[in-house]
């Protein structure tokens, strides 16, 4: 069993879900995402990516 952390901005995330998977891939065993460090970050960044206006 293979577990990810995710953690970081986008980019870091999509290179430890490849490398996770890879890694899965290659031991043929299963892969986990672990997002609990990303869920408490949500409510705090959400709120103003949606008060912007596109508008300018």
């Known amino acids: 069993m293979i577990i990810v952390q995710l953690a970081g901005g ?3 995330q999509m290179f430890q879900y490849a490398y996770g998977k ?24 959400l709120p103003i990516c949606c008060t912007k206006s596109l508008a300018g």
């Open 10 to 12: 986008l980019g870091n």
């Open 22 to 45: 890879a890694l899965s891939v290659k031991l043929n065993c299963e892969l986990y995402i672990d997002n609990s460090l990303l869920t408490n970050r949500v409510p705090e960044i």
